[in-house]
């Protein structure tokens, strides 16, 4: 089944090229199918680099999915077209009397400050509160996951000497949870960040399991609730070429930055990436959608507490 998506979404032409199936809201309406309803808090600055990638790691599933895109009203996005926000994104204010089966909360470039000094601190703590009892499952990916972390469980963030960028092994640690089904013993994921939690804040929590974790990059997943909530340190949704876009990025800027670790053929930007981790984020994804969403969410989705 395809991703029932807002007609005109410029994600729908580019992943119908690359022979994803979606479609657009009104053939949707013709099928008689009850979709879940997915809410994507989209943070990062480029919104539709960001919807495409989110797009092309949820249609991988049979389930039909009603996506909306939720955007904060305390800022306004520098980078993405007024007219593209005004036409694909509501308010928070808009949207905080429907209910959702799953919810994304993505990453955003604000890691240098204290949550506190967020603009949209408060409006992301309304909307953390509201996640809880009007979705059924959420996945809090990079930023939002240390936000998340913080704001619910007093987990804290720390600044890394340098930035944890590139493609990292990952080990399952509970290969049972159904979010791994069909995982091998070691996955890879994107991670692009200057800030990390510690193992050692989580295990003190009695209600976070740490369920992935990699030598090199850390913890990257941690379970709450049951399934309710996930928080993801990396970007498993990147696309083969978002680190080489951040890395070109900075370099151009004179910005210190190093060459994404175990990412280009031979260490070689020239030679360009090696993809080793996509397979396993559809996987992810789908799994999130199967397991922690579709089981779970009431039919009636007002039933929702």
């Known amino acids: 089944m395809p991703l029932r998506l807002p007609d005109k979404l410029p994600a729908i032409d580019l992943l119908q090229q690359e022979n994803i199936f979606v479609m657009g809201s009104t053939r949707a309406a ?30 991988n599933t049979p389930l039909q999915l009603d996506l909306t895109f939720m955007k904060i009203k305390s800022h306004t996005s520098k980078n993405t077209p007024v007219e593209h926000m005004k036409a694909f994104y509501k308010d ?42 009007h979705v ?14 913080y704001y619910h469980y007093q987990v804290p963030k720390y600044s890394l000497p340098a930035k944890m960028f590139g493609i990292f092994p990952q080990k399952p640690l509970d290969p049972s949870l159904p979010i791994f ?8 994921m994107p991670h692009s960040r200057h800030t990390e939690v510690r193992r050692h804040d989580i295990e003190d929590v009695g209600d976070l399991t740490i369920i992935a974790e990699s030598e090199e990059s850390g ?14 340190t990396g970007h498993a949704e990147y696309s083969p070429l978002t680190l080489d876009t951040e890395y070109r990025r900075d370099l151009s800027k004179g910005l210190p930055i190093s ?32 397991y922690y969403v579709y089981q779970e969410t009431p039919y009636n989705i007002d039933s929702i507490h």
């Not at 099928?31 to 092309?56: A, F, G, S």
């Not at 955003?108 to 309304?126: I, S």
């Not at 959420?138 to 998340?148: D, V």
Request: proline fraction near 4%.
């Open 219 to 232: 913890v990257s997943i941690v379970m709450a609730r049951g399934g309710r909530e996930f928080f993801i």
């Open 30 to 59: 013709t099928q008689d199918i009850r979709p879940l309803r997915i809410v994507v808090l989209n943070l990062m600055p480029i919104k539709i680099t960001t919807e495409t990638d989110l797009v092309r790691v949820l249609s």
């Open 181 to 188: 089904r069909g995982f091998d013993d070691i996955f890879y």
């Open 136 to 149: 059924t499952s959420t996945l809090y990916i990079c930023w939002a996951a240390q936000a998340g972390l």
């Open 259 to 290: 060459l994404p670790r175990h990412y280009y053929r031979a260490d070689n930007p020239d030679l360009g990436p090696v993809v080793t981790w996509r397979a396993h984020a559809n996987l992810l994804f789908t799994n999130w959608l199967n």
């Open 92 to 133: 928070f204010d808009v949207l905080r009397e429907h209910k959702f089966d799953g919810m994304i909360i993505t990453g955003a470039p604000v890691e240098h400050l204290e949550f506190e000094e967020v603009n949209y601190w408060d409006e992301m703590k309304e909307i953390f509160d509201w996640a809880r009892t």
